[in-house]
């Protein structure tokens, strides 16, 4: 078909070259006619025939286009009812397809439809039974928990009862003590008994006195007196003596509970009053240099009482400066008391020292005089190793007399001189001679 629409055009075209070549000739030959005035009329003829010619060609060609124009009107009707069948067709078959497409789509979501709604009703199942099983555990460990927090209550609330018998029985011993320590002589001796254990763990025996007197004629007596590590033939003394104001701390304690700040300051008012006046009896009584050093100690019994004096500011520093009395309390004497312990070790190997040096020059003296005793030794050993050597010269020949001698009598001395020669140690020549 495009062929045809091609060589139809290609006649059209020619037709048209044709009717216009006639016309440039036709032209041509008027021109000339025209130049020539009248020549030749054969040419003439000549150029009427191809004009004639050139015409029924161009009619020809104007035929066949025609022709060729209804040819490809014809051609056109026919495509155009061609397309338009094809395109009913096509609109059929893509109908037909969209119907196949939309029943599929629609048993799809049928089908995915009851998938889910297995899935979901499987899914119903397995929660219901994750639910179940959950809650039996639950159940389980409720039950089990229940049973561990009851007993435990149970155990705590004996616990506690028996806590509470404690407490009572410790309420009841602290009513003791305090009706004990109400008495004033009780609370000096619960903390002389506290100082003596204390010295008593540290110190090495014999390193302390017990109520002792230091003033010739005075009725004064020190708790403990601990002796220091001097090389002295009467070593000073460090005294110490324990105090328990019971009262001033009981008050303090009781403003610090009832969170009372104006009757705190007032007990520990009292307190600072108290530790001073007991720490000047001290200095007054019990620093008497040189039978004692220059400084005493006041022991707190408690590390609670201490604490208390040590919030005091500048407490503690006023009573050191003056009155010369480091206050101490069950944490701090011990350390001290290990310093002075460790100034007896020092001293005792200063001492041993002494006598391993007195030792060593002795020894060496002693050396001395066996250096001279070997030398003697040498000296006479040398002779004395050549009297032996004419010693066993002189036996030698005695017993070569006493071998050559006959009868009964002479057998045992012979076999005792045997003896004895071969008993001899190889030092001489058979014949005698002395080795050397």
């Not at 009717?19 to 150029?47: I, K, T």
């Not at 395109?87 to 599929?104: C, F, H, P």
């Not at 159940?139 to 049973?147: K, L, N, P, S, Y």
């Amino acid at each position: 078909m495009p062929e045809a629409f091609g060589s139809g055009a290609a006649g059209l075209q020619l037709g048209l070259l044709v009717l216009v070549a006639a016309g440039v000739l036709s032209a041509a030959l008027l021109l000339r006619r025209r130049a020539g005035g009248g020549r030749e009329d054969g040419e003439a003829d000549l150029l009427a025939r191809m004009y004639v010619m050139l015409e029924r060609e161009g009619a020809a060609r104007m035929a066949d286009g025609e022709a060729l124009r209804a040819r490809l009107t014809d051609i056109e009707r026919v495509l155009a009812a061609r397309l338009e069948q094809g395109r009913m067709e096509t609109a059929d078959r893509l109908g037909a397809i969209a119907q196949s497409v939309g029943r599929e789509l629609a048993e799809a979501r049928v089908g995915q439809a009851e998938a889910l709604r297995d899935m979901a009703e499987a899914s119903a199942r397995q929660t219901e039974a994750i639910r179940a099983a959950v809650d039996e555990r639950l159940h389980e460990a409720v039950e089990r928990q229940m049973q561990t927090s009851f007993q435990r209550v149970l155990e705590q609330f004996g616990a506690m009862q028996k806590a509470m018998g404690e407490v009572t029985a410790m309420t009841a011993q602290i009513g003791d003590l305090k009706r004990l320590f109400s008495n004033v002589k009780t609370r000096g001796g619960w903390g002389e008994a506290q100082l003596r254990a204390i010295l008593e763990d540290v110190l090495p025996a014999g390193a302390y006195l017990a109520n002792c007197r230091l003033r010739e004629g005075s009725a004064e007596v020190v708790e403990f007196a601990v002796r220091m590590p001097v090389k002295a033939t009467t070593p000073p003394l460090l005294a110490i003596d324990s105090k328990f104001p019971t009262e001033a701390y009981e008050r303090l304690l009781d403003a610090v509970e009832r969170v009372d700040p104006q009757a705190e300051r007032a007990a520990r008012r009292a307190l600072d009053t108290t530790l001073r006046i007991e720490a000047r009896k001290i200095a007054s009584k019990y620093i008497v240099p040189p039978v004692t050093v220059e400084f005493a100690v006041l022991y707190l019994p408690t590390d609670g009482l201490y604490a208390e004096v040590a919030r005091s500011p500048g407490l503690l520093d006023e009573i050191g400066r003056t009155c010369r009395v480091i206050v101490m309390g069950p944490g701090l004497l011990p350390a001290l008391l290990r310093t002075i312990h460790l100034g007896y070790v020092t001293l005792a190997l200063e001492e041993r020292t002494d006598g391993i040096a007195r030792l060593l020059g002795a020894t060496r003296q002693e050396m001395i005089k066996m250096d001279g005793v070997l030398e003697k030794l040498a000296r006479n050993a040398s002779t004395m190793s050549s009297s032996i050597d004419e010693a066993r010269y002189r036996t030698r020949a005695v017993a070569r007399q006493l071998r050559g001698l006959d009868g009964i009598g002479a057998v045992p001395e012979d076999a005792g001189s045997s003896d004895a020669t071969a008993d001899l140690p190889l030092g001489g020549a058979e014949d005698g001679a002395p080795g050397r």
